[in-house]
C-alpha cells in the first residue's frame, strides 16, 4: 500500500491499522506501520511509524523514524528521528538522533538525544577544517577596572 502526504512522498506500508480499529497485543513490522485506529501494547519497526491524527497508541515505540499526529501514550525510541506535528501529542520518555516537533506540538516527559552512528554526509565532515582568522586588525582594550583612578 502506498500513501502520499502533502509533499507528495510516497511511503510505503506493510501495516495499516485503520480508524475503526482497536488492537491490543505486539506488532513487529520489517517495514513501515501506519496507525489510524488504537493500539494497545508494543510497536517494533525497522521502517517508520506514523500516528495519524485519529491515531491513538498505548505502547513504547521502537522505530527508525516516528511521525505523530495522534496521541502516543508511552516511551518512543527513534533510532534516526521523531517528528511530533501540530496535532501530535507524546506522554513519555523520547529518545531520538533528531527530533522536531511543530508549533502546537506536545511533549510531556522527558527528551534524550542519541549520537549519529553514522554521518548522512560524511564528505562533508571529512573536508571541514578550522581556519585561522586574521586578527591584525583586533585592538586590546584596557581593562575597565584598571583604569579607575584610586582612591
Known amino acids: 500500500m502506498k500513501i502520499k502526504n502533502k509533499k507528495e512522498k510516497s511511503l510505503s506500508l506493510d501495516t495499516l491499522i485503520g480508524a475503526n480499529t482497536v488492537f491490543e497485543g505486539s506488532i513487529q513490522s520489517d517495514r513501515s506501520v501506519c496507525v489510524e485506529g488504537s493500539i494497545r501494547g508494543r ?4 521502517g517508520e511509524v506514523v500516528v ?4 491513538k497508541v498505548e505502547a513504547d515505540i521502537y522505530a527508525d523514524s516516528v511521525v505523530v499526529g495522534g496521541q502516543i501514550i508511552g516511551n518512543i525510541n527513534a533510532r534516526s528521528r521523531l ?3 501540530a496535532t501530535g501529542r507524546v506522554t513519555g520518555d523520547i529518545e531520538a538522533t533528531k527530533i522536531t516537533v511543530a508549533e502546537g ?3 510531556d516527559g522527558s527528551f534524550k538525544m542519541m549520537e549519529a552512528v553514522e554521518s548522512a554526509y560524511p564528505q562533508l565532515e571529512s573536508g571541514l577544517s578550522i ?3 586574521d586578527q591584525s586588525n583586533i585592538q586590546s582594550q584596557p581593562d575597565p577596572i584598571e583604569s579607575l583612578p584610586q582612591a
Open 43 to 46: 510497536i517494533e519497526a525497522k
Open 52 to 55: 495519524g491524527r485519529q491515531g
Open 83 to 85: 517528528e511530533i506535528t
Open 105 to 107: 506540538g506536545m511533549v
Open 131 to 133: 581556519e585561522e582568522s
